[in-house]
Structure formats: structure tokens, C-alpha cells
């Protein structure tokens, strides 16, 4: 269980490393929900891990991620925006 704890944490790491690194690809995965459900696909994880994490136990409520008011894709595009 560990150790498919570790690689999902991986697969969102290396999801997230991608986005930040490739210009544009924050924007065409709000835009455009089939090049996104591939991508996510690709990695082998849901929206929802990629945007809040993963969680050490399923339904584990103690971190309070599940009411995030922006996503972890919409903070990157706002920081490149910025610079």
C-alpha cells in the first residue's frame, strides 16, 4: 500500500513538472476537457489528484484540502502571467 502511495505521489509530481515546464499547457487543459482527460490519463491519475494531492488514507479529512478555492494549474498561470 506504501509503495502505491509513493508511485501515485510520483505520477502527480512528474504531472505537475510537465505543466510547469511546458508553456501553454495550463491553458489547454482548462480549454479543452479530451486533451486533458488524455493527459491525466497518460500519468494514470485523476484531475483531482493533480490539483489537491494525494492524500495519505482515503477519506483522511484532516488536511481540509477538499474546499480549495483555485486550482494548483490556475496558480501557475497566474504566476507566469505575472512574471
Not at 489547454?28 to 494531492?53: C, D, H, M, S, V
Not at 480549495?68 to 497566474?78: A, H
Request: charged fraction near 35%.
Amino acid at each position: 500500500m506504501e509503495r502505491r502511495l509513493r508511485e501515485l505521489r510520483g505520477r502527480v509530481k512528474a504531472a505537475r513538472a510537465v505543466v510547469s515546464t511546458t508553456p501553454g499547457l495550463a491553458e489547454i487543459l482548462q480549454r479543452e476537457w479530451k486533451k486533458a482527460a488524455l493527459f491525466y490519463a497518460r500519468f494514470g491519475i485523476t484531475e483531482t489528484q493533480f490539483r489537491a494531492g494525494v492524500r495519505d488514507t482515503p477519506g483522511d479529512e484532516g488536511d481540509n484540502r477538499t474546499e480549495q478555492s483555485r486550482s494548483w494549474v490556475s496558480e501557475k498561470v497566474e504566476t507566469r502571467l505575472e512574471e
